[in-house]
């Protein structure tokens, strides 16, 4: 018997890579949410940590930028536990979640580089793996 692939033991090979991306997906999601999270509360109770920046055309009451990666942090927490079950709709709103929560970061840039470059990074790893994996079953 020669060692050949058979297009059975590709198939398999690449439903476990795209399995492999989702759970990435899903841990990386959950601790950018997370980190969200922690954000957000810092945010809220007006911590020292927060650069304070005079003239920029983003900018918001510091509890305002808490609560919204507060809410978007949540958000991502609640949707990587259903990328953990491989739910299609917990890949859409991932990338949907993902990219807001990019958005919200790079707005927020100047009261916290670099933990907004972070998240913006993590962001982007989740939209990349989201994107690329491939149920079984779709067209590829």
């Known amino acids: ?3 050949t692939h058979t297009p059975r033991m590709q198939h398999s090979a690449k439903y476990a890579w795209a399995e492999g991306l989702t759970a990435f997906a899903a841990v990386m999601l959950a601790i950018g949410g997370l980190l969200a999270i922690f954000r957000g509360i810092m945010a809220i109770a007006e911590d020292e940590v927060f ?7 983003f900018k918001w009451d510091l509890t ?3 609560w919204i990666h507060l ?4 958000l ?11 739910a299609t709709w917990a890949r859409i709103a991932g990338v949907g979640v993902a ?7 790079f707005l927020s840039l100047p009261y916290y ?6 998240i913006i ?20």
């Not at 809410?71 to 949540?74: N, V, W």
């Open 71 to 74: 809410a978007l942090g949540i």
């Open 1 to 3: 018997m020669t060692a």
């Open 76 to 86: 991502a927490v609640l949707i990587s536990f259903g990328l953990f079950r491989t």
């Open 99 to 105: 990219a807001l929560v990019i958005i919200a970061n």
């Open 51 to 57: 650069v304070t920046t005079p003239n920029y055309v």
């Open 64 to 66: 305002g930028w808490g």
């Open 121 to 140: 990074a993590i962001s982007g790893f989740v939209i990349w793996a989201l994107c690329v994996s491939r149920r079984e079953g779709t067209a590829g």
């Open 113 to 118: 580089p670099v933990w907004s470059v972070i």
